[in-house]
């Protein structure tokens, strides 16, 4: 029958996401294995039980994917996941938090395009503003634009004490510097909205984070993504399938949420393949996702 592609799915949450289960037999894995409520510390024991089950020459037909809803956490069993490989045994791991990596790769590249098709721009030195900041794909997409060279600050709805937090983990774990801004009230928001030129949209879903009337008064603003497929948007007047054209009144351009979803399937779906294609184990996080969006997309 052949050696099978084998992908055992870990989560510290009660249920495995149907949604990547689904992406992973569709990229052409043959056997997906689940296992919820997984706590960091049995990440090792989990991992070399299946490496030692199989020769070395089938490491990179065994995977591991990290799920969950919390980015460090996903990123931690991942790290975990490395440190108990025992050569020649290894197996392919990927870590994709509530899709995180792939949806933030997906929108980051979708708002790089924008910017360099249509004002000629790239991210390097744009600055930027992220509501939904303290998210998986809020925080990945802070994290992505920054390693591009954005000037990228973190907006807390509820003051600043979580994405001040935030800012400093991802000092800690990327070496990169995110700003952190108090959005708790409608004239915060408009005091950040006169100096951002790109704003990341990532809310929890059927919220509205920006009305017609502050896309109007943001002097400077080029590029808004929403990733909230959700009625009511995230951006009053921005359109599901928006790759770039101006929101209704406002000067801005925008990407929407079908736009961005769709290179996220895309993408995921890809890094799913090339574990399966894949000659000796790989690792796949945020920036390998990032990668593909931009080579997908172009």
Do not use: W
């Not at 000092?171 to 928001?189: C, H, P």
């Amino acid at each position: 029958m052949g050696d099978k592609n084998i992908l055992h799915m870990l989560t510290p949450l009660k249920h495995v996401s149907p949604f990547d289960t689904n992406m992973a037999l569709d990229a052409g894995y043959d056997a997906i294995i689940p296992y919820s409520s997984v706590e960091p510390g049995e990440v090792a024991s989990l991992v070399q039980d299946a490496i030692f089950s199989r020769p070395p020459k089938l490491g990179p037909r065994t995977g591991f994917f990290f799920g969950g809803k919390d980015a460090f956490l996903a990123l931690d069993m991942l790290t975990a996941a490395k440190k108990a490989m025992v050569p020649p045994f290894g197996a392919s791991l990927f870590a994709d938090p509530a899709g995180s990596f792939t949806t933030a790769a997906a929108m980051v590249t979708c708002v790089e395009n924008a910017l360099c098709d249509k004002l000629s721009l790239s991210l390097n030195g744009v600055s930027v503003a992220v509501f939904g900041a303290t998210g998986v794909v809020g925080f990945s997409s802070a994290v992505i634009a920054a390693r591009q060279g954005a000037k990228v600050t973190l907006i807390g709805y509820d003051g600043t004490e979580r994405v001040r937090k935030a800012a400093e983990e991802a000092a800690r774990r990327f070496e990169v510097t995110l700003g952190f801004a108090d959005g708790s009230s409608q004239g915060k928001i408009r005091e950040i909205l006169s100096s951002a030129q790109v704003v990341f949209c990532a809310g929890r879903a059927g919220v509205r984070i920006l009305d017609r009337e502050q896309l109007q008064a943001a002097p400077k603003l080029l590029v808004a993504a929403d990733v909230n497929a959700v009625p009511p948007s995230g951006v009053e007047g921005l359109k599901m399938d928006a790759k770039g054209e101006p929101i209704a009144d406002s000067r801005a351009l925008g990407v929407g949420p079908l736009t961005i979803g769709q290179l996220k399937s895309k993408t995921e779906s890809g890094l799913f393949r090339q574990m399966i294609a894949a000659e000796k184990p790989v690792v796949f996080d945020f920036r390998h996702a990032f990668d593909l969006a931009r080579e997908l997309a172009k």
